[in-house]
């Protein structure tokens, strides 16, 4: 009786498609690092405006700054405690000055949607918004 044995066959990896996959591989990583080099500019070859320039002293500001304390919120002008009826009164007294708008981070929106009313009541509409927290938390 004969047993069965496989046919002879040559059994060695066919390396041509893993040639081809590394080929490939190292023609993507170029086109990619070319790119990538492509997409920095040197800050010389910007184009800057030569009629540029920084004003030396900036339009003055007042400060309205908003702190929220156990009691409710208080209002500053400047330094000074004012009420929020006054804002917009202090505001068209010095009307040259744009308003910078401090505000605690616990403040509620209605308060700030409050006080800018009052700012625009006395005329201001350029303001400049900010939030600080307070010491202590």
Do not use: C
């Amino acid at each position: 009786m004969k047993r069965w044995e496989p046919e002879e066959s040559n059994d060695t990896p066919d390396l041509t498609p893993m040639i081809d996959v590394v080929f490939l591989l190292i023609v993507f990583f170029l086109v990619v690092a070319q790119r990538m080099s492509e997409q920095f500019i040197e800050i010389e070859k910007l184009a800057v405006a030569k009629m540029a320039e920084v004003k030396e002293s900036p339009p003055p500001r007042t400060i309205i700054s908003i702190k929220q304390t156990e009691d409710g919120p208080k209002y500053y002008w400047g330094e000074m405690e004012i009420y929020l009826a006054d804002v917009s009164a202090y505001v068209a007294k010095n009307e040259k000055q744009k308003v910078f708008l401090r505000v605690d981070q616990r403040v509620t929106h209605g308060v700030v949607q409050e006080v800018m009313r009052e700012i625009g009541e006395g005329g201001q509409v350029d303001v400049i918004f900010g939030v600080f927290q307070s010491g202590g938390g």
